[in-house]
């Protein structure tokens, strides 16, 4: 009985592993973006790349063509990363404010300035 109770345990977070996907669920294990992040990446400049974001959970890609990862932040702001491929900079690291759907570059634009001329 025991192993039977086992087998169903595991087969049950295999196919959950399958339903939501490996990635998924990896993800939600990585803290999510916030604006003080943000603005601390964003004095990288230049020389932000793909792995700066790698330790945070993202909405997914959602490029087609592109990668596009959107980073969910808060009910006001999103971050979207762009470019292809994964080995180059990204072509953009934008800042959006989702309400007024302004946005900025944050390796070329201040991003506490922008948030505080939104708020």
């Keep these: 009985m025991k192993k039977l109770t086992a087998f169903a ?5 295999v196919l959950s592993l399958a339903a939501c ?7 939600s ?10 603005s601390e990446l964003a004095k990288k400049g230049d020389s932000l790349t793909w792995k700066d974001f790698e330790n ?3 909405g997914g890609d959602t490029g087609s063509g ?18 292809a491929p994964l080995d180059e900079p990204p072509m953009n690291i934008r ?4 309400k007024t759907e302004e946005s900025i570059d944050i390796r070329y634009e201040d991003v ?6 939104l708020d």
């Design 21 to 27: 996907g490996y990635r998924n669920i990896t993800n």
């Design 56 to 58: 945070y959970a993202d």
């Design 66 to 83: 592109l990668y596009i990862l959107t980073y969910p932040i808060n009910d006001e702001y999103q971050l979207s990363i762009s470019g």
């Design 112 to 117: 506490d300035s922008f948030i505080a001329a």
């Design 95 to 98: 800042l959006y404010n989702t």
């Design 29 to 38: 294990l990585k803290p999510a973006l916030t604006l003080e992040i943000v």
């Design 9 to 13: 345990l595991v087969l049950t977070l």
